[in-house]
């Protein structure tokens, strides 16, 4: 897919949106980033090289919004996204450089807690957010606050630096 599968504009598409795609001239477009994400897209309107027009616009969004790209740079992976409950508190630990998968992974562990008592997130051991994942992160905080929950951030390294939860409000420091 990476090399041949949207035809002949596949050298251009690897380098510039850089998601491994195979097209269909029916109109598909199916995506994989390894350990990151499956996309599929559908609009039968074809480009010059026999691509859908829409299903390439939204891959392209895809790269440059959230940083999926096959051969971008890695600053690391994520080592750690790790939940704890210890007496009235629940702690959620990142570690590492955190990109759209471990901040997806964290969205999940937030949604699927049933603990009613304060939320700490521990970042001191994260050394980066891309945009998507600071963006997701806070989010996600956002909606615990929004439960009824006490949010706190540890973050000694300023890692989420002015951690804005949308509405001018921020976490509790521990």
């Keep these: 897919m990476a ?3 949207m035809y002949d504009g596949a050298g251009d598409w690897l380098t510039r949106v850089g998601i491994p795609a195979k097209s269909g001239v029916a109109g598909g477009l199916v995506g994989v980033l390894p350990d990151q994400v499956g996309i599929g897209a559908f609009s039968p309107r074809l480009d010059s090289h026999g691509n859908s027009q829409r299903s390439r616009r939204a891959f392209e969004r895809l790269s440059t919004d959230m940083g999926m790209h096959l051969l971008a740079p890695s600053h690391g992976r994520l ?3 790790d939940v704890r409950r210890g007496g009235t508190r629940e702690t959620f ?3 590492g450089n955190v990109q759209f998968t471990a901040a ?3 969205l999940d562990l ?3 807690s049933d603990f009613d008592g304060p939320a700490h997130l521990d970042i001191s051991r ?3 957010f891309t945009d998507v994942a600071r963006r997701m992160t806070l989010e996600g ?3 615990l606050r929004n439960e009824g929950r006490r949010v706190f951030l540890h973050d000694p390294l ?3 630096a002015d951690p804005d939860l949308g509405d001018g409000t921020y976490p509790e420091t521990p």
Excluded: H, W
């Design 93 to 95: 630990t990142l570690q």
């Design 141 to 143: 905080l956002r909606r």
């Design 158 to 160: 300023q890692s989420l």
């Design 126 to 128: 994260v050394f980066s």
């Design 110 to 112: 937030f949604a699927a």
């Design 79 to 81: 080592d750690v996204v």
């Design 3 to 5: 090399v041949a599968g």
């Design 104 to 106: 997806a992974e964290l």
